[in-house]
């Protein structure tokens, strides 16, 4: 069983700069493909970057591309979400989400953490 724990959410202004970490335990970081989601209010829940377990094709939102960066540090069995230059539309709970190699649907689940982007 895999347990992860978010931290590193908060309130800033835009154009600021957040990160935000995922701790796991009971597995690895470098055996999952890990992913980091978001839900803003009213709205469903979007999968906002993705680092596979073999740290090929990273994936990034369109709307996220070029300000935010997954990684991952293996010894630590934690992975980050660096969050430069945020917009108001960043506002939403930020989820942190494991999966095992070859699997397309999340298994594991963070409690989320809020980030709020004043504008």
């Known amino acids: 069983q895999v347990q992860l724990a978010e931290s590193g959410g908060g309130l800033v202004q835009a154009g600021a700069s957040l990160r935000l970490s995922c701790a796991a335990s009971?597995?690895?970081?470098?055996?999952?493909?890990m992913g980091w989601f978001r839900q803003a209010p009213g709205k469903g829940r979007e999968l906002v970057a993705q680092?596979?377990?073999?740290?090929?094709?990273?994936y990034y939102a369109d709307s996220v591309k070029g300000r935010f960066t997954i990684s991952r540090d293996i010894a630590k069995n934690t992975v980050y979400l660096q969050m430069n230059s945020l917009k108001s539309e960043d506002t939403a709970v930020y989820f942190c989400?494991?999966?095992?190699?070859?699997?397309?649907?999340?298994?594991?689940w963070g409690q989320g953490t809020q980030v709020t982007v004043s504008s």
């Open positions: 680092l596979p377990w073999n740290g090929r094709s990273v």
């Open positions: 989400a494991a999966t095992g190699p070859g699997r397309s649907a999340y298994d594991y």
């Open positions: 009971g597995r690895t970081v470098g055996t999952l493909s």
